[in-house]
């Protein structure tokens, strides 16, 4: 039997603060807060609206006991639009792009003589050498873990 999923409510409280002047900044707070269909409980709250949270999707609420859907999902349940969003989230692609184009652009800002093409790879192909094997992790304990899972499925 299926588990209820939990409730998802996005919070925008300044989204007309841009009339206000000063507070014109505030508009972008916001946050995302998941919570126990049966009890209301707040188990989660994300500053990112459609971050993707790799686990079994399946959650005990800590306050009534009762499981619940929780909108996790183990690495290979995931399509492949859902894993590259994982891999790359919006904030790592905007640094990355940012740091890439700055390389870029310095070539034709200096002088010729100054800077070549591996300062472009110098400067933006770290950020990709630190950032994908901390996710690669997650996806390894993902992976291991559906497979405990449905190893445990076969067995019954």
Request: aromatic share 16%; with cysteine.
């Amino acid at each position: 039997m299926p588990h209820p999923h939990a409730i998802r409510k996005d919070h925008n409280p300044f989204a007309f603060a841009g009339f206000l002047g000063p507070l014109r900044p505030l508009i972008f707070l916001r946050w995302t807060t998941y919570s126990c269909p049966h009890c209301g409980y707040v188990f989660r709250r994300d500053f990112w609206p459609n971050k993707v949270k790799l686990g079994k999707g399946e959650r005990e609420c800590p306050q009534c006991f009762k499981v619940f859907d929780d909108g996790t999902r183990e690495w290979p349940k995931l399509g492949l639009g859902t894993k590259l969003h994982f891999f790359f989230p919006p904030l790592f692609l905007g640094i990355w792009g940012g740091l890439a184009l700055a390389a870029i652009l310095s070539l034709f800002i200096g002088p010729r003589d100054e800077h070549s093409w591996p300062v472009v790879f110098v400067i933006s192909i770290p950020p990709l050498i630190l950032w994908c094997p901390l996710r690669l992790i997650w996806v390894l304990r993902s992976i291991s873990r559906f497979k405990g899972e449905s190893l445990v499925r076969s067995l019954r």
